[in-house]
């Protein structure tokens, strides 16, 4: 079993930076791609980026979040951050954190076995 635990949401404002942290536990052993999905009320859950075991391949959702947002882990302490710029209301949601380890890079949720609770971005107009 694998255990993820978010950090980093809260309440900004719109044009400002934010950090999201995910820190793995347990099972971690073998290839482990980790990913940051979103969800807003009603909606499904959809990818925000990932990035695979190494690090060397990552997938950001559309270009305008490859252009804002930057994701990136740290192998020695199983843990992998997004950073946030320029935030807009639109950011808003519920951000998650998945763990894969499953041969290849996954973009849809149904490719995670493993998922964090969820951390709250709330983005202020």
């Known amino acids: 079993q694998v255990q993820l635990v978010e950090s980093g949401g809260g309440l900004v404002q719109a044009g400002d930076s934010l950090t999201l942290s995910c820190a793995a536990s347990g099972n971690t052993a073998g290839p482990i791609h980790m990913a940051w999905f979103r969800q807003t009320p009603g909606k499904e859950r959809v990818l925000v980026a990932a990035?695979?075991?190494?690090?060397?391949?990552?997938?950001y959702a559309t270009p305008d979040v490859k252009d804002r947002f930057t994701i990136s882990r740290d192998n020695n302490r199983n843990t992998v951050n997004l950073e946030k710029k320029s935030l807009e209301p639109e950011d808003t949601a519920v951000y998650y954190c998945?763990?894969?380890?499953?041969?290849?890079?996954?973009?849809?949720?149904?490719?995670?076995?493993?998922w964090g609770q969820g951390t709250q971005v709330t983005v202020s107009s």
């Open positions: 998945a763990l894969d380890q499953s041969l290849g890079l996954h973009t849809v949720a149904s490719g995670y076995e493993f």
């Open positions: 990035i695979s075991g190494a690090g060397y391949t990552i997938r």
